[in-house]
């Protein structure tokens, strides 16, 4: 193992601070890791590819030190604490979910402690279940952190978008209701999968087909908004549209984007409390694509700055007491 | 080749006949063939799961050969009707498609000839565009041919139950409008490659079974009705139900069959012309589940009886004359 200091870009090009936490998001497509300082600043970030899907006790294990050996070898005893797909049934380990109203200090109170699988504190956050539409509730892991880290009121409405698109009200800082889209599962599943992947090619960097790609994405976003309950005939239209119309094969993946995304949007809104304006928990490039199409349909909201989950992580550590012993 | 004469369990129980044609539907993913008798009675039907889907020239010979070698042998002078994708772009060889109001005698007029492929009269029928929901017109392949097969009046609307499901209108014996959803094909991603795949099992065939899955698939339809607009959120509730509600792994699959099928009947059922009864082009166990839904929904349906392809092929290859040269 290397004896050096830890070395990361991000860290690099941050000022020095003393470490605090090893903050990490892992759900099911990726793993993302933070090394928080003081007050939850950001000394360091990193991300892979391993998500909890599939990974066995030792993946999970040899997953994290691939990602932060240096951190853990540097810092023997710098808690850590993790939220995700991680501390589901088929995670790394369970931490049984929470069920709604469900406050900040009730999460705090639930996280799950497995110190023994990093010889140090460990904690993984529990997920959620809420009122969803139909009698069942609706669940969702990672996304109680992003939102807590995200609350700046009593109420609000929060929109995270992702492999699972989540909608989460939350009312007198708890969370109440949820509701979970397939959006970014489905676009996969059509792109990779389908009998339309074959019409798909990724667009390139140039401004022209980034306009083109965009020109298509509000296409989808329209129809999707103008025949609410046809996604599965709208879907189809990007092949008659590619083969009738000149939809090009860098504009379709745009396209379906499009669909889905505005299905999940006039949905959702027509669902929301209408008291409450959406707040969009930024996280990647898909949140542009979902701050455009809520603009496109008039849907007034904010966007979240800051990365939010690595502020959710830091505020429950310190709630739990695991930052006094660092 | 074996010189026997040809062998086939639906043969040996039907009466003898003298054979006038060789129909093919040679859709995406499976190979249906008959033999077919005077007034286009069945004397004789196959079916292989070599679709037209990724099949090149070679491929398209082979795959008939593999089924039908003995037909194409005891009979040198026999011909053949082929419809379906094999029609395609990607397909044998393209039949270009007849624009809507298509009739009949449109398709019959636009056989495409194909005669040097198999060495004896060999007809592809062509696909039909008609108005859809959009702009684009919608498209299909093989419908037609299954809606001139079922036809008995002069106006009627037509249900093709399948990985793409066909909605058509028909007015004056002609197409007029058509509407494809993608009910089959996003069945068989979410079962096979979606994050619920590992959560399904396939019903075995005990009566108590198959009833869980009724329950299940009537539970998905009314969701899907009750809830239009909401498709990406309702299938993430197969896992919900499954986790909390206790749906069995045996049930998801049907689950999910329920909301895909509900939502496909919702919507076609908003868009169609209240003036026509649908009927449903029976064709397989699918086509069942389609007549539960249109029941459970209280959508008044016929089904039509017989098999609608075969017939329609027969009719496309005695209006063509290709008949009279057997």
Redesign the interface.
């Known amino acids: 193992m290397d004896a050096d200091p830890p070395r990361s870009d991000a860290a690099a090009a941050q000022p020095a601070g003393t470490p605090r936490l090893i903050g990490l998001d892992w759900g099911?497509s990726a793993l993302r890791a933070w090394l928080l300082g003081d007050a939850g600043r950001i000394l360091a970030r990193r991300e892979s590819a391993a998500g909890a899907?599939g990974l066995d006790a030792d993946g999970f294990h040899a997953a994290l030190l691939a990602l932060c050996a240096d951190w853990l070898e540097a810092w023997p005893r710098l808690p850590v604490v993790a939220c995700g797909m991680v501390g589901s049934r088929e995670g790394w380990r369970e931490a049984p979910r929470v069920r709604a109203p469900a406050g900040f200090e009730q999460l705090a109170a639930a996280l799950l402690a497995f110190d023994e699988a990093l010889g140090r504190p460990f904690r993984i956050v529990p997920g959620v279940?809420a009122r969803?539409?139909?009698?069942?509730?609706?669940?969702m892991r990672g996304g109680e952190t992003q939102v807590f880290g995200a609350l700046r009121h009593r109420d609000g409405l929060f929109v995270l978008p992702g492999t699972?698109s989540r909608w989460v009200e939350v009312r007198g800082r708890r969370i109440v209701a949820l509701?979970?889209?397939?959006?970014g599962?489905?676009y996969a599943?059509?792109r990779?999968?389908?009998?339309l992947a074959r019409m798909c090619t990724d667009p390139d960097d140039s401004p022209a087909r980034q306009a083109d790609a965009l020109r298509a994405f509000d296409e989808g976003v329209d129809?999707a908004a103008a025949?609410?309950?046809?996604?599965?005939?709208?879907?189809?239209?990007a092949?008659?549209?590619a083969?009738?119309?000149g939809l090009a094969a860098h504009q379709v993946p745009a396209y379906l984007s499009g669909l889905?995304i505005g299905?999940?949007l006039?949905?959702a809104a027509?669902?929301s409390p209408h008291d409450l304006v959406p707040t969009l928990v930024a996280r990647s490039e898909l949140s542009s694509r979902y701050a455009h199409a809520l603009h496109r349909l008039r849907v007034r909201a904010r966007v979240a700055d800051g990365d939010s989950a690595a502020a959710g992580l830091y505020a429950l550590a310190r709630h739990a007491g695991l930052l006094d012993a660092a």
């Open positions: 099911s899907l279940m969803g539409q139909i009698d069942s509730p609706d669940l699972h509701r979970t889209y397939m959006t599962e489905i599943l059509m990779r999968h389908s009998t129809h025949h609410p309950g046809s996604l599965t005939h709208l879907l189809f239209t092949r008659t549209e083969l009738l119309e889905l299905t999940e006039a949905d027509a669902w």
